[in-house]
């Protein structure tokens, strides 16, 4: 049986909207076959990510965090149980000057990675994982980073979306979150772009990738794999791209998906029809 790369977001698509694991998505996701090879592909920290993945019991292989900025290979023989495989960075000065202007009382965060992050203000409780130290302007921009994240938690979503739209972000990669929530990475880096790196370090061919998401933050993802599936709260322009739709995360719509895909591979059938012509996509990396 070929093997087969399953990339799973986390929050609102593995995990509910409390950030809870279901059995019934943690055992369908236990009963695929070993040809199946699931990546995690999440916008959290590293901090973040580890104990999901040590609650799917992946223990090998590899994930995705901060929305591609940084990949971790798991290896149980690490201190931390994992080694950093790749990391993108930038200089986050240019887009933080530009922004401290359009928002100028939104709480910034870059990520110290396998640690926590350095803020110019503390987050709401519970928003951010790992230690948070709060620091100088100066300090704040000083070196390069794999990620800034902004949050306004006076704004709707909707407000803070206009904001970012007026700052006019240049040279970089970013994604408005459901909530008032901003994510920077460098330029041309998103979770399909690490995600293709990964699949060409383990082998598997284009045509044999299956991704599921739900936000914004998954739309190069769910176009780069064979198959992209969104769940059904997503929003409608992730839903537009999407090859297929399945369930509501409060309802377990990833087994479904998990299901029909662990069929096919025992099967040796491709995951649905028409996915060669979509497999053709190339990708920057």
Known sequence: MAQRMLALDLDGTTL???????????????????EVIVVVATGRSIIATTPVLASLDLREGFAVCANGAVTIELNQAA?????????????????????RVALPTARIAVEELGVGFKVNAHFPEGELMG?????????????????????????TAEEFGEMVERAGLHGVSYAVGWSAWLDINPEGVSKASALELVRRRIGVEPIHTLAVGDQRNDLEMLHWAAWGVAMDNAPDEVKAIADEVT????????????????DATRNGQPFREGVPSKATARFRV
């Open 16 to 34: 509910n909207h409390m950030g809870e694991l279901s059995d019934g998505v943690r055992d369908a996701i236990a009963a695929l076959p070993d």
């Open 79 to 99: 201190s931390a149980g994992y080694a950093i495989a790749e990391t993108v960075t930038f200089d986050p000065r240019p887009v933080l000057e530009r922004l």
């Open 131 to 155: 230690e948070t130290r709060v620091v100088d302007w100066e300090e704040l921009v000083a070196n390069p980073v794999t990620r800034v994240t902004l949050r306004q938690p006076e704004a």
């Open 247 to 262: 369930g509501h995360v409060d309802e377990d719509g990833l087994v479904p998906i998990l299901e029909a895909l662990g």
